[in-house]
């Protein structure tokens, strides 16, 4: 079992950056890959990246990559997404969540746990 909880979303202008967590409680964080996915109004919800179990790899979307990072501390059981130049179309609710080791990252069915999200909005 793996609870999952986010943080630090807000309102930022375009151009500024922000700064996600995930905090994880569970015995067994460092066994999942972790991903996360953003959800605008109106639409479904959408990959962003995801990070390896050890953290040794990532896959980002198209949309953010070259601006989006993410990393991880399994001593501290937290997740970070760093987001830079931020643009309007980012904004959404974002979703930090646990995918088995060797899934297919991009599908959310795939994830075994979400957190509830944090809101990030963009203004121009």
């Known amino acids: 079992q793996v609870q999952l909880v986010e943080s630090g979303g807000g309102l930022v202008q375009a151009g500024d950056s922000l700064r996600l967590s995930c905090a994880a409680s569970?015995?067994?964080?460092?066994?999942?890959?972790m991903g996360w996915f953003r959800q605008a109004p109106g639409k479904e919800r959408e990959f962003v990246g995801a990070i390896s179990w050890s953290g040794s790899t990532w896959y980002y979307a198209d949309s953010v990559r070259g601006r989006f990072t993410i990393s991880r501390d399994n001593a501290k059981n937290t997740v970070t997404l760093h987001m830079n130049s931020l643009k309007p179309e980012d904004t959404g609710v974002y979703y930090c969540?646990?995918?088995?080791?060797?899934?297919?990252?991009?599908?959310?069915?795939?994830?075994?746990?979400w957190g509830q999200g944090t809101q990030v909005t963009v203004s121009s």
């Open positions: 569970g015995r067994t964080f460092s066994n999942y890959d």
């Open positions: 969540g646990a995918v088995p080791y060797g899934s297919n990252w991009a599908d959310r069915g795939s994830y075994d746990y």
